[in-house]
């Protein structure tokens, strides 16, 4: 399906193009070229059209129940909508005269079955039509989201299980904090993916509440069954309010906050990748599939899809911030701003669905490099450990870790690690420090003694592995 296709010839605009204008009846001339050009979404819209053709093809049913088309006038649109479906599906181009994609396919479907098509828009609006094709548009784009972003997820869970007995540094402020097993680091990077599946999820049932019916603003005034049209559509509900219904966006809003906050997570994802991946800190090493060269440096390996991914962080926030402000200051009901909300919509889902497979690829031919991770631990790193030990012998807290920071302050006086300092000098920070302090100093017992629920305890990581291994098999609600 093409999303931008390019205007016909102009010279298909006259005649019965023109004729099928949905509106103008109450105009003694026709728009300026200006207002036609600003006022034309379909190269923005058209990707709407299997959405519109599903949902008149429900309205005719619903006309038919209603008593305004007869069963085989029913019928005969709906069938002239499936010829119209595959004229689409054959590469069918709009012309001049179309303004939108719904003028398009009122158009066509005049071509195929002739004037009983003009019955079709009865009782209905462009405005609950186009929010109806909307609603449905994002429902259908969810499947695939979920696909990719699932596969992400599996791809994180594979490095994670095989990175379990890996010690790397974690980081607060971009300083060395505390030891870690890398499993625990790379799976600090599928929970957030998680939430965002689950707020994608959420905008779907969002998106799930049929305006159709609503009309222009005040409702339709045929007594169409709207809850036949509902189950036939597979919305979950019934709109409350027509003059709500025609101009709600929050679905919208919604959708665009989920993959915001998606993208903001694969962004800091991004960052750890080429923060890792860089000369400095060497935790591993990007493939040849996902990395470009330098058109002048022959050395270079660039991540260019982890900055992709970072970029796209900006962008897809940009978007949610233009359609809250574009809401923010509209009365109720419907206004022509809200025919921008499909350009930042489509966009953002477009991107989302780029960069998330390129992402899931570029990780999956990862190398970690586990002993430049594990040298890069070092004693000091324990010195939470330190008044750990403290605090076992019945220290405060308080006490151990300024008698600690004397120790840390001492080691860097020394230009030593802090297993390097002679033992009388622990002694002297505290005379609870015994022979057995150093053994405090080790990386591996460090994170052993942090077993705790979600901690980087071997046991804690084995669980949050076997709680990731649920989340990718268990199956979502139809």
Known sequence: MKSSPPPGDASRGDGAGQRHKLWGGRFKAGPAAALTAVNRSIEVDFRLWPYDI?????????????????????????IGLEGVAKRFEAGELPIDSDEDVHTMIDRLLHEEIGDVASKLHTGRSRNDQVATATRLWIIGSIDSIETELRALQAVMLRHAESLTDAVMPAYTHLQRAQPVSAAHWMLSHFWPLQRDYDRIMFASIAASSLPLGSGAIAGSAYRVPREELRERLGFLRLSDNSIDAVGDR????????????????????????????????????????????????????????????????????????????????????????????????????????????????????????VDVMERAVSSGMMATDLADYLVGKGVSFRDAHGAVGSLVRAAEEAECELDELPPERFKGAHAMFGADAREWLDARASIARRDVAGGTGPNAVRKQIEAARAVLEEKPEP
């Open 250 to 369: 929050d679905f919208i809003a919604d959708m665009l906050y989920a993959i915001s906050m998606l993208g903001m997570h694969l962004s800091r994802l991004a960052e750890d990748m080429i923060l890792f991946g860089s000369s400095e800190f060497g935790f591993l090493r990007f493939g040849d599939a996902f990395t470009t060269g330098s058109s002048m440096m022959p050395q270079k390996r660039n991540p260019d899809v982890m900055e992709i991914a970072r970029g796209f962080g900006a962008r897809s926030l940009g978007a949610l911030t233009t359609l809250l402000a574009t809401l923010k200051g509209l009365p109720s009901g419907y206004n022509k701003d809200l025919q921008d909300d499909k350009r930042i919509l489509f966009d953002a889902v477009d991107g989302v669905l780029l960069v998330l497979p390129a992402v899931a690829g570029a990780l999956a031919e990862c190398a970690f490099q």
């Open 54 to 78: 599903w949902g008149s093809q429900g309205w005719a049913e619903a006309l038919a129940s209603a008593g305004v088309l007869t069963a085989e006038e029913s019928s005969t649109i709906r």
